[in-house]
C-alpha cells in the first residue's frame, strides 16, 4: 500500500447547484485488428447532486465501457477517449482520474464474490481506501469500517471484520464492496449490476440501502442495470443504450409512460410480468446486436425493428429532443410517423430488412 | 416454513414423477450436517410443468438433481412412472436416463469447448441410439433446426456461439435422446431478457413438440409464472406452498411467498402486496431453526411456530396448499 500515493485532492466546486458531472458528446473506442471499435459513440448527460441516471441496455451495448471510462478504470494504450466530461468543474478527459478516487468519486461492482480480495480480511479491505484517501491511522481505520458495516446491515461488525470473504453470504459481500465504495464519502457513486447475483430479496434490500444512503450524502449515481423494474423504481433519469449509441433518453417516469424508441419497447415486452396468464407467448427481440467494429450504416437497431422502413436501413437517425426527452429514431413510438410504418411493415409482412411482421404487428 | 406432508400429490394414473418425503443431507467437517432438503414432496403429471422457485440456497437445485440420482438421495422416494429410482442400481439405473434430461444454467461452460457442437449433440445418440438403436445425421441437422441453429454452423465450437445460441445447444443435446423429463436448472438466469424470451418461447415450442414434462428451476418469479402449470416455492430445504400458478400469484398465503412477490421489481406494477420486508439473514442449513424454519424471519412467528413443524395443507377448495401456522388471507390485487 506504501507504493501508492495519493497527491492532492481536488477541491469540492463551490457551487452546489452546478451539475456534478457533465458528459458531452463523449467517445470511447478501442483498436482492434479490424478496425476501431465504437464502443460508446457520443454519449451527453449530465448529472446533479443527490440524482440518480439509470443506464439501461443488452450486453455488448456499451453501457459498462461508458462508466468505467468515466472512472478512468479502462487504461489501456488501444483505447481512444474523445469528448468531454467534467467533474465539479474539471474537465477530466485525458487525465489521470486516480485523485478523484476515493472520497470524490466510488464504484460497486457487479460480482461481489470476485471484486474482495479472498485472502485479506473484511475490515482490512474497508480499511485502506479509508488509511489511503483520509490519512486515518490502524485504529481510526478499524473503528470507521465498524461504524460502516454497521451503517450498512452487517449484523455483529466487530467479528466480521476478521473474517475472510467466502465466510459471508453473497448479500454480505455485496454489503461490504458498498462499505469500501462509500467509505470516502463519495460524491460519485457508479453502481454496475449491483444486485444482479443476488437473490430479489437481498436485491430489495442493497437497493432500498443505496437510497437511503443517497440521501443522506447528497450523492450522485449511476445504475448501471438490465432489469428494467429496478431502473423504473430507483431511477431519476435513464439512459437506454444499444451498440455504443444512446437510443433513448428522458426522466424516468417520462420513458415509462411516453416511450418513444422501438429498442425501448421492445426490451420491456420481452419480459414476463406477473399479470400475464400462464403460458403467455413472449416477444423476443430477433437477433442479436449490432458489430461495434462495422456497425450495419443506418439505424444500429433497424436489423431487429419492427417499424424499420427503408430509411432506417441507410440514414443514422441522430437524437432529437421533445423538451427533456430524446430519441434518436425517425418512426418513434406513439406518434403517427411510428403507427403508419407499423402499418406498412404489417401490410407487406415485413420490415424494410426483410424481418417477418405478422398481422398483429409482431416480429416473426 | 418447514413444510412436511404430502396432502398435495395427487392421486392420478397421469402423474409421471411423484417424489415423496425427498432428504438429501451432505456431511460438513467432522460433526456437522448439511440439511439441503428435509422431506420435500410432490409430484408432476404427464405434458404438466413444475416451477421450483425460492432463493438461493433453499434446496431447488439439489432436489432437481436428487431426482436423476447425481447424487443420490439420504432417503425418500423418487418414482418415475412407478419405478422407484432410488432402488435402481448401476445398469438398470443407465438405462434410465435417457428418459430424464438437464439443462443447465450456465450454457457456455456446460458445453465442452473443444468440441464441435455437432459431437456434442450427437454424443447421446451415438451411446444409445434411437429406438432402432441407429441414428443419421440427419436427426442431429432435425434437432438443430428444431431449437434455431443453422446446421452449416454444426462444425464450430461453442465459444463461436453467443450465451443463448450456446443454451439452444444444450437443449438440443437434452432432447436428442428423446426425454419424457426435461429438468430446467435456472436456464434463463445468465442471458439478457431480449434473448430469455426467445430460449423460453423455444422450451415451450419444445415442450409441445416433443411431448416433454418440465421441472423448471427459477429464481425468477415472473420466469416461473411465465412457463408453469404448478409452483412449488421452496425456503432451506423445506417446501412452503405449492399451487397452481395462478392460484397461487393471485392469492398468496405463506408470508415467505408474499415476501418474494413484494421484494420483484416491476417495470409496470400491477402486483399490490405490502407484506413488509423480511428481516435477517437466511440460517445456516447446517443448524436449522426448530419448528417451522422461517420462523426466525417471519412477521407472523408465534410460540408454535417455533416448537411445531408446520403440515402442508390445502387452503379453499383450489389446488393451493401451504405449511404455514399463520397462513395469510388476503387476496393481491392483480
Same mark, same amino acid.
Given at each position: 500500500?506504501?507504493?501508492?500515493?495519493?497527491?492532492?485532492?481536488?477541491?469540492?466546486?463551490?457551487?452546489?447547484?452546478?451539475?456534478?458531472?457533465?458528459?458531452? #458528446?463523449?467517445?470511447?473506442?478501442?483498436?482492434? *485488428?479490424?478496425?476501431?471499435?465504437?464502443?460508446? #459513440?457520443?454519449?451527453?448527460?449530465?448529472?446533479?447532486?443527490?440524482?440518480?441516471?439509470?443506464?439501461?441496455?443488452?450486453?455488448?451495448?456499451?453501457?459498462?465501457?461508458?462508466?468505467?471510462?468515466?472512472?478512468?478504470? /479502462? /487504461?489501456?494504450?488501444?483505447?481512444?477517449?474523445?469528448?468531454?466530461?467534467?467533474?465539479?468543474?474539471?474537465?477530466?478527459?485525458?487525465?489521470?482520474?486516480?485523485?478523484?478516487?476515493?472520497?470524490?468519486?466510488?464504484?460497486?461492482?457487479?460480482?461481489?464474490?470476485?471484486?474482495?480480495?479472498?485472502?485479506?480480511?473484511?475490515?482490512?479491505?474497508?480499511?485502506?481506501?479509508?488509511?489511503?484517501?483520509?490519512?486515518?491511522?490502524?485504529?481510526?481505520?478499524?473503528?470507521?469500517?465498524?461504524?460502516?458495516?454497521?451503517? %450498512?446491515?452487517?449484523?455483529?461488525?466487530?467479528?466480521?471484520?476478521?473474517?475472510?470473504?467466502?465466510?459471508?453470504?453473497?448479500?454480505?459481500?455485496?454489503?461490504?464492496?458498498?462499505?469500501?465504495?462509500?467509505?470516502?464519502?463519495?460524491?460519485?457513486?457508479?453502481?454496475?449490476?449491483?444486485?444482479?447475483?443476488?437473490?430479489?430479496?437481498?436485491?430489495?434490500?442493497?437497493?432500498?440501502?443505496?437510497?437511503?444512503?443517497?440521501?443522506?450524502?447528497?450523492?450522485?449515481?449511476?445504475?448501471?442495470?438490465?432489469?428494467?423494474?429496478?431502473?423504473?423504481?430507483?431511477?431519476?433519469?435513464?439512459?437506454?443504450?444499444?451498440?455504443?449509441?444512446?437510443? *433513448?433518453?428522458?426522466?424516468?417516469? /417520462?420513458?415509462?409512460?411516453?416511450?418513444?424508441?422501438?429498442?425501448? *419497447?421492445?426490451?420491456?415486452?420481452?419480459?414476463?410480468?406477473?399479470?400475464?396468464?400462464?403460458?403467455?407467448?413472449?416477444?423476443?427481440?430477433?437477433?442479436?446486436?449490432?458489430?461495434?467494429? +462495422?456497425?450495419?450504416?443506418?439505424?444500429?437497431?433497424?436489423?431487429?425493428?419492427?417499424?424499420?422502413?427503408?430509411?432506417?436501413?441507410?440514414?443514422?437517425?441522430?437524437?432529437?429532443?421533445?423538451?427533456?426527452?430524446?430519441?434518436?429514431?425517425?418512426?418513434? /413510438?406513439?406518434?403517427?410517423?411510428?403507427?403508419?410504418?407499423?402499418?406498412?411493415?404489417?401490410?407487406?409482412?415485413?420490415?424494410?430488412?426483410?424481418?417477418? %411482421?405478422?398481422?398483429?404487428?409482431?416480429?416473426? | 416454513?418447514?413444510?412436511?406432508?404430502? =396432502?398435495?400429490?395427487?392421486?392420478?394414473?397421469?402423474?409421471?414423477?411423484? %417424489?415423496?418425503?425427498?432428504?438429501?443431507?451432505?456431511?460438513?467437517?467432522?460433526?456437522?450436517? %448439511?440439511?439441503?432438503?428435509?422431506?420435500? +414432496?410432490? #409430484?408432476?403429471?404427464?405434458?404438466?410443468?413444475?416451477?421450483?422457485?425460492?432463493?438461493?440456497?433453499?434446496?431447488? +437445485?439439489?432436489?432437481?438433481?436428487?431426482?436423476?440420482?447425481?447424487?443420490?438421495?439420504?432417503?425418500?422416494?423418487?418414482?418415475?412412472?412407478?419405478?422407484?429410482?432410488?432402488?435402481?442400481?448401476?445398469?438398470?439405473?443407465?438405462?434410465?436416463?435417457?428418459?430424464?434430461?438437464?439443462?443447465?444454467?450456465?450454457?457456455?461452460?456446460?458445453?465442452?469447448?473443444?468440441?464441435?457442437?455437432?459431437?456434442?449433440?450427437?454424443?447421446?445418440?451415438?451411446?444409445?441410439?434411437? =429406438?432402432?438403436?441407429?441414428?443419421?445425421?440427419?436427426?442431429?441437422?432435425?434437432?438443430?433446426?428444431?431449437?434455431?441453429?443453422?446446421?452449416?454452423?454444426?462444425?464450430?465450437?461453442?465459444?463461436?456461439?453467443?450465451?443463448?445460441?450456446?443454451?439452444?445447444?444444450?437443449?438440443?443435446?437434452?432432447?436428442?435422446?428423446?426425454?419424457?423429463?426435461?429438468?430446467?436448472?435456472?436456464?434463463?438466469?445468465?442471458?439478457?431478457?431480449?434473448?430469455?424470451?426467445?430460449?423460453?418461447?423455444?422450451?415451450?415450442?419444445?415442450?409441445?413438440?416433443?411431448? $416433454?414434462?418440465?421441472?423448471?428451476?427459477?429464481?425468477?418469479?415472473?420466469?416461473?409464472?411465465?412457463?408453469?402449470?404448478?409452483?412449488?416455492?421452496?425456503?432451506?430445504?423445506?417446501?412452503?406452498?405449492?399451487? #397452481?400458478?395462478?392460484?397461487?400469484?393471485?392469492?398468496?398465503?405463506?408470508?415467505?411467498?408474499?415476501?418474494?412477490?413484494?421484494?420483484?421489481?416491476?417495470?409496470?406494477?400491477?402486483?399490490?402486496?405490502?407484506?413488509?420486508?423480511?428481516?435477517?439473514? $437466511?440460517?445456516?442449513?447446517?443448524?436449522?431453526?426448530?419448528?417451522?424454519?422461517?420462523?426466525?424471519?417471519?412477521?407472523? =412467528?408465534?410460540?408454535?411456530?417455533?416448537?411445531?413443524?408446520?403440515?402442508?395443507?390445502?387452503?379453499?377448495?383450489?389446488?393451493?396448499?401451504?405449511?404455514?401456522?399463520?397462513?395469510?388471507?388476503?387476496?393481491?390485487?392483480?
Amino acid at each position: 500500500m506504501s507504493e501508492i500515493t495519493i497527491e492532492a485532492v481536488p477541491e469540492r466546486s463551490a457551487d452546489p447547484n452546478a451539475p456534478l458531472l457533465e458528459v458531452t #458528446d463523449y467517445r470511447v473506442g478501442f483498436k482492434t *485488428e479490424r478496425g476501431l471499435a465504437k464502443a460508446v #459513440d457520443g454519449v451527453t448527460f449530465r448529472l446533479a447532486r443527490g440524482r440518480t441516471l439509470g443506464i439501461v441496455g443488452e450486453s455488448g451495448s456499451g453501457k459498462s465501457v461508458l462508466n468505467r471510462s468515466i472512472m478512468g478504470l /479502462v /487504461v489501456s494504450s488501444n483505447q481512444i477517449e474523445e469528448g468531454s466530461i467534467t467533474f465539479d468543474g474539471t474537465e477530466i478527459v485525458d487525465t489521470d482520474r486516480q485523485p478523484f478516487w476515493g472520497n470524490r468519486m466510488s464504484m460497486i461492482f457487479q460480482d461481489p464474490m470476485t471484486s474482495l480480495n479472498p485472502v485479506m480480511k473484511v475490515g482490512k479491505q474497508i480499511g485502506e481506501p479509508l488509511k489511503l484517501h483520509l490519512g486515518m491511522d490502524k485504529k481510526q481505520a478499524r473503528e470507521r469500517a465498524t461504524e460502516l458495516l454497521t451503517q %450498512v446491515g452487517i449484523p455483529e461488525p466487530t467479528r466480521r471484520l476478521d473474517q475472510y470473504p467466502h465466510e459471508l453470504s453473497g448479500g454480505m459481500r455485496q454489503r461490504v464492496m458498498i462499505a469500501i465504495a462509500l467509505a470516502g464519502e463519495p460524491d460519485f457513486l457508479v453502481a454496475d449490476e449491483p444486485t444482479t447475483a443476488l437473490d430479489v430479496t437481498v436485491q430489495k434490500y442493497i437497493l432500498d440501502l443505496l437510497g437511503e444512503l443517497q440521501r443522506d450524502r447528497e450523492m450522485a449515481m449511476t445504475l448501471i442495470t438490465h432489469d428494467l423494474g429496478v431502473a423504473r423504481g430507483r431511477t431519476d433519469d435513464l439512459l437506454v443504450m444499444y451498440g455504443g449509441r444512446v437510443m *433513448e433518453q428522458a426522466p424516468t417516469e /417520462v420513458l415509462f409512460s411516453a416511450m418513444r424508441h422501438p429498442y425501448s *419497447e421492445a426490451l420491456l415486452e420481452s419480459i414476463p410480468t406477473l399479470d400475464h396468464p400462464k403460458h403467455t407467448r413472449l416477444n423476443p427481440i430477433p437477433g442479436s446486436p449490432p458489430d461495434i467494429v +462495422s456497425p450495419p450504416p443506418g439505424c444500429r437497431f433497424a436489423p431487429r425493428c419492427r417499424y424499420a422502413q427503408d430509411r432506417c436501413a441507410t440514414d443514422l437517425p441522430e437524437l432529437v429532443s421533445d423538451g427533456n426527452h430524446h430519441y434518436a429514431c425517425f418512426y418513434p /413510438v406513439g406518434t403517427e410517423a411510428g403507427a403508419e410504418a407499423l402499418q406498412t411493415n404489417i401490410e407487406r409482412g415485413q420490415t424494410a430488412v426483410g424481418l417477418r %411482421v405478422s398481422a398483429e404487428g409482431r416480429l416473426g | 416454513m418447514a413444510g412436511t406432508g404430502s =396432502a398435495h400429490l395427487r392421486d392420478d394414473p397421469n402423474v409421471l414423477l411423484r %417424489v415423496e418425503d425427498l432428504v438429501v443431507e451432505f456431511k460438513a467437517g467432522r460433526k456437522g450436517t %448439511v440439511h439441503a432438503v428435509s422431506g420435500v +414432496s410432490f #409430484d408432476v403429471m404427464d405434458g404438466e410443468t413444475l416451477g421450483l422457485v425460492g432463493e438461493s440456497g433453499c434446496g431447488k +437445485s439439489t432436489t432437481a438433481k436428487a431426482v436423476i440420482q447425481i447424487p443420490a438421495p439420504t432417503s425418500g422416494e423418487v418414482l418415475y412412472n412407478g419405478t422407484d429410482l432410488a432402488a435402481l442400481k448401476g445398469e438398470d439405473m443407465r438405462r434410465m436416463r435417457p428418459e430424464i434430461q438437464m439443462i443447465f444454467q450456465d450454457p457456455i461452460s456446460s458445453l465442452n469447448p473443444r468440441r464441435k457442437i455437432r459431437d456434442v449433440i450427437s454424443e447421446g445418440l451415438a451411446v444409445w441410439g434411437d =429406438a432402432h438403436g441407429t441414428w443419421s445425421q440427419d436427426r442431429i441437422e432435425e434437432l438443430m433446426i428444431a431449437v434455431g441453429i443453422d446446421p452449416k454452423y454444426g462444425d464450430r465450437r461453442p465459444h463461436q456461439f453467443s450465451g443463448g445460441q450456446c443454451q439452444r445447444i444444450g437443449i438440443a443435446r437434452a432432447l436428442a435422446l428423446d426425454p419424457k423429463v426435461l429438468i430446467c436448472d435456472e436456464p434463463v438466469s445468465a442471458l439478457d431478457v431480449s434473448v430469455q424470451a426467445q430460449v423460453l418461447n423455444l422450451l415451450e415450442d419444445m415442450k409441445t413438440r416433443y411431448g $416433454l414434462t418440465l421441472l423448471f428451476i427459477s429464481h425468477d418469479l415472473s420466469v416461473v409464472k411465465n412457463v408453469s402449470d404448478r409452483i412449488i416455492v421452496m425456503y432451506l430445504g423445506k417446501a412452503a406452498e405449492i399451487g #397452481d400458478a395462478e392460484e397461487l400469484y393471485h392469492r398468496p398465503r405463506h408470508p415467505y411467498t408474499r415476501a418474494l412477490l413484494a421484494s420483484i421489481p416491476e417495470p409496470a406494477p400491477t402486483v399490490d402486496v405490502h407484506e413488509g420486508d423480511i428481516a435477517g439473514e $437466511l440460517p445456516s442449513p447446517i443448524n436449522p431453526p426448530d419448528g417451522c424454519r422461517f420462523n426466525t424471519r417471519c412477521p407472523h =412467528a408465534d410460540d408454535i411456530c417455533f416448537t411445531d413443524e408446520p403440515i402442508m395443507t390445502q387452503v379453499g377448495d383450489a389446488d393451493h396448499f401451504v405449511a404455514c401456522h399463520h397462513p395469510v388471507d388476503v387476496t393481491i390485487r392483480t
